[in-house]
């Protein structure tokens, strides 16, 4: 069964800074989804990641996938306030048909 | 394009009561899944259709849950007797299948208390 493991759980940074979330899985997996979440909603799709070698950006946000190492990395660039949220990564798991088995959640802070 | 529709959003039961939650894929997705959030934790899944076959239902507590997709389009989860420990929120997703990418859309979910 997939495991997946998320470090930090808990993220406190200064805005301007830079920081990254790590995701490691424990069985093969060659595809990955990032996916944040608010306070009290539902889960956006941040990045989708499907080859190993994978690297997507968007504004201050990048995930890369490397799927020999089972890990996936979500780096904040010069982090703001808007970034504070919960970030969940999700390996797909094949079993006759691909479900995403999600991490616990990075939840970040970032402070003025 | 419209999303995930979820109902109800919010839900407040007694113990032993049952409930049901509804669910609105987006239009043309064959996968549907129902994920079980409890307070700060992640997803987990409860059960996976594709068309309205069940995929993956080994993490769904099947004495007192049950889910249906009928036609291949909406779904119904429903818990019955409902526990305490039931508490959290019934997130609904959906996928469409392409180039490998299963990438998931969720609905608003529906928060459910049982007191």
């Known amino acids: 069964e997939l495991k997946v493991e998320q470090n930090p759980l808990f993220l406190s940074m200064q805005e301007e800074k830079n920081y990254t979330i790590y995701c490691n899985y424990s069985t093969t997996s060659d595809r990955l989804y990032w996916y944040r979440q608010d306070p009290g909603k539902s889960l956006e799709s941040l990045f989708v990641?499907?080859?190993?070698?994978a690297v997507k950006q968007e504004g201050r946000l990048m995930a890369s996938l490397d799927t020999k190492a089972r890990l996936s990395t979500l780096h904040i660039t010069a982090a703001v306030h808007d970034l504070s949220a919960t970030y969940f990564c999700a390996p797909g798991q094949w079993g006759g048909s691909e479900k995403l088995v999600f991490g616990k959640g990075t939840k970040l802070t970032v402070n003025p | 394009e419209a999303g995930v529709a979820q109902s109800p959003r919010y839900k407040i039961i007694e113990k032993r009561q049952s409930v049901a939650f509804w669910c609105n894929p987006i239009s043309g997705h064959a996968t549907l899944y129902w994920y079980q959030q409890i307070l700060g934790q992640g997803p987990k899944l409860l059960i996976q259709?594709?068309?309205?076959?069940?995929?993956?239902d080994s993490q769904l507590p099947k004495d007192r849950f049950s889910a249906e997709r009928l036609k291949g389009v909406d779904s119904t989860l429903k818990i019955q007797p409902a526990k305490l420990e039931d508490s959290a929120v019934y997130l609904c997703a959906s996928s469409l299948e392409w180039a490998g990418n299963t990438e998931a859309f969720f609905g608003q979910g529906t928060r459910l208390t049982v007191v």
């Open positions: 990641l499907l080859s190993n070698g």
């Open positions: 259709f594709q068309n309205n076959g069940v995929v993956d």
